[in-house]
């Protein structure tokens, strides 16, 4: 007589954690002159418009901060829109409850800064230098990125949202609750990266680096697919 069938028990994954985003509205913001702005100041509750400096001064206003040093500046309760930040310093800035609207720069320093609360959309960036950044409830939407360079820094509850980036670097960083959405990457390096609730399917994915560390990130069956060739280099796995 047989014995009896023991089936090994399957693991219930648990599902996976999207971006907690929080809320936050924008009221009775003082409109301000963006080249007023000076590393390390506190600005709270102003609005910075290029279209409006332009027209109360007569002077191109995209342009006003391009090349600025802003090092260690400090925005709560503010608005950007259509600003060119091209070589702007923003090293160690800290942003809270900051809305970046048709924000342009074809070179970004930011790395070091703290972002809380902080939506950026319509913006286009050439390279962005935020490495060693702490970002936290941060939202990119319908943004055109070249290279955005987050090595090394802290993610929590970020969404990219309609966003085209040729390359974002990911390597060493600590990200969690971190998702994309119709979104496309050519290239995205996760060397080292450490990773909780990273979901990955809502982008077109092209070469990926580092796939070793993408443990914690959930992908499509397509995207594994597609992954399949550097996970087998990967592990040392000959198919043949």
Known sequence: MAGPCYRAAVPRLKPIQRPRIDDFSLHRLEEADPSSLLGGDPRTSDRFEAARFAAETGVEGRGVLAGADLAGIEFSEC????????????????????????????????????????????????????????????????????????????????????????????????????????????????????????????????????????RGAVVSFEQLMGLAPALADGVGLRVE
């Not at 941060?138 to 085209?164: H, I, P, Q, T, Y």
């Open 79 to 214: 608005e950007l829109d259509g600003l060119d930040l091209s070589d702007t310093r923003l090293v160690d800035a800290r942003l809270r409850e900051v809305r970046m609207t048709g924000v342009t720069a074809s070179v970004l320093t930011g790395h070091g800064g703290g972002w809380r609360d902080v939506v950026v959309e319509s913006s286009r960036l050439g390279a962005a230098e935020l490495y060693e950044s702490r970002w936290n409830s941060v939202v990119l939407r319908g943004c055109k990125l070249g290279f955005v360079n987050l090595r090394a820094s802290e993610l929590v509850d970020v969404l990219f949202e309609d966003c085209a980036i040729d390359e974002l670097d990911l390597g060493d960083a600590t990200a969690t609750r971190v998702a994309f959405e119709r979104c496309s990457i050519d290239t995205l390096e996760v060397s080292h990266a450490r990773m909780t609730d990273v979901d990955l399917r809502g982008a077109d994915l092209g070469e990926v680096r580092g796939v070793a560390s993408l």
